[in-house]
T-cell receptor, first 112, second 116 residues
């Protein structure tokens, strides 16, 4: 069975701190895709990144970076120099078929 | 930009009512999805559809049905609403480039449904 675990329910940081959101997944498949989504208070989930299982290169996009490690089945997300606008719920998701399996989400609160 | 529009942001209905939640996407996407989101449970898939008039059960289809008469519109129906269906409902769509699994899903703003 496939599963995504986001053990951190809620994280609070002060602006400009770096923060890492953890994501651990389980799957028996060799081909799969991992995603991160952001859900701001407005409610809409916003797609952030997609990674396939054959591409273990880390990725950086501005203040965002992602660390994919197949050896530990993890796909962690780091925000550098956090800002108040980063406050949201972040979801990690996994798929290899026609369904996305979501983690339970991590609520990030960034205080000024 | 992809736009997924859900007909209502907030909706209050009574137990036993038949409830319709509407979703429209403007990017000619083949795939459409309905999820419910509950605290501590993340998003759970109710139903999805690959094409017009096609539907597949997700993980929690009980108490729900769907309708896809046109490609751009995917409706979720609560046949006889119950209080345990109070939740946030999210609609999403994705394209059929490659396979279903590797395309990002684009979400609407959600409908917060309360069943009294």
């Amino acid at each position: 069975a496939q599963k995504v675990t986001q053990a951190q329910t809620e994280i609070s940081v002060v602006e400009k701190e770096d923060v890492t959101l953890d994501c651990v997944y389980e799957t028996r498949d060799t081909t799969y895709y991992l995603f991160w989504y952001k859900q701001p208070p407005s409610g809409e989930l916003v797609f952030l990144i997609r990674r396939n299982s054959f591409d273990e290169q880390n990725e950086i996009s501005g203040r965002y970076s992602w660390n994919f490690q197949k050896s530990t089945s993890s796909f962690n997300f780091t925000i550098t120099a956090s800002q108040v606008v980063d406050s949201a719920v972040y979801f990690c998701a996994l798929t290899n078929t026609d369904k996305l399996i979501f983690g339970t989400g991590t609520r990030l609160q960034v205080f000024p | 930009d992809v736009k997924v529009t859900q007909s209502s942001r907030y909706l209050v209905k009574r137990t036993g009512e038949k409830v319709f939640l509407e979703c429209v996407q403007d990017m000619d996407h083949e795939n459409m999805f309905w999820y419910r989101q509950d605290p501590g449970l993340g998003l759970r898939l109710i139903y999805f559809s690959y094409d017009v008039k096609m539907k597949e059960k997700g993980d929690i289809p009980e108490g729900y049905s769907v309708s896809r008469e046109k490609k751009e519109r995917f409706s979720l129906i609560l046949e006889s609403a119950s209080t345990n269906q109070t939740s946030m409902y999210l609609c999403a769509s994705s394209s059929l480039l490659g396979t279903v699994s590797n395309q990002p899903q684009h979400f609407g703003d959600g409908t917060r449904l309360s069943i009294l």
